[in-house]
Structures are given as structure tokens and as C-alpha cells.
Nanobody, 127 residues
């Protein structure tokens, strides 16, 4: 069965940095995409970045290139989200999610297109 799990959240001061990690397994198809999302209190879930076999890393929503950077481990089922210069509005639960299809998968796509989600890792940016 497909599974995904993220980790690395915690409490950080404004301007600080965190690196989130996400691993997965059990994908039934080779065509997939994996994305990072966040959900702040009282707000909907929004995408930050995504990578697929057919595309490089794509940033979306309010993601900021150079401040949030997604990367992939070529030899493992692992992706990362390096978050630098964190702001209080970055406080949220961050999720890693997967989607797959027979055809090539497009990044980032709508939130509901992602089939399997991790449990989330909480990031709190506060003094």
C-alpha cells in the first residue's frame, strides 16, 4: 500500500531555518509527482512546491524561490524542503503528498488530485 511520511518540523524563531524531509513507498505506477503543502490555522491547504518524473521542481502559490527550496535525492524515495528566512506567517502544518497516473503527472495540480498524504509536520515560527 502506498505510504508517505514527512518530518522535520518544530519551533523556530523568525529568520531561522528548517529542513523538512519526506519519504514514501509502495507506489503502483512509475509516473508520479510529490508535493509540499501547508495549511495554516483557519486557512485552506495550499501548495508550496512539487517535483515529478517528467518535470523539474515547480514552485506555486506563495512559495518564494530562494527562500523555500525543494530538492530530491536521486538515489532514494526522498524529497526535502529547505526553509530559510522563516516568517511568522509560515506557521502551519506542512504536508507531503503523492499522486500518480498511467500518463505523465503534471506539477503542481490541484490539491484534490493528490491521493496519499502524510500525517503532517507542524512548523511554528515565533519569538
Amino acid at each position: 500500500q502506498v505510504h508517505v511520511a514527512e518530518s522535520g518540523g518544530g519551533l523556530v524563531q523568525p529568520g531561522g531555518s528548517l529542513r523538512l524531509s519526506c519519504g514514501w513507498g509502495g507506489l503502483p505506477l512509475d509516473n508520479y509527482a510529490i508535493g509540499w503543502f501547508r495549511q495554516a490555522p483557519g486557512k485552506g491547504r495550499e501548495g508550496n512546491s512539487c517535483v515529478s518524473k517528467s518535470e523539474g521542481v515547480t514552485y506555486s502559490g506563495d512559495s518564494m524561490k530562494g527562500r523555500f527550496t525543494m530538492s530530491r535525492d536521486a538515489g532514494k524515495n526522498m524529497v526535502y524542503l529547505q526553509m530559510n528566512s522563516l516568517k511568522p506567517e509560515g506557521t502551519a502544518v506542512y504536508y507531503c503528498a503523492l499522486k500518480w497516473d498511467i500518463k505523465d503527472v503534471i506539477c503542481p495540480g490541484v490539491v484534490e488530485s493528490y491521493s496519499t498524504w502524510g500525517r503532517g509536520t507542524k512548523v511554528t515560527v515565533s519569538s
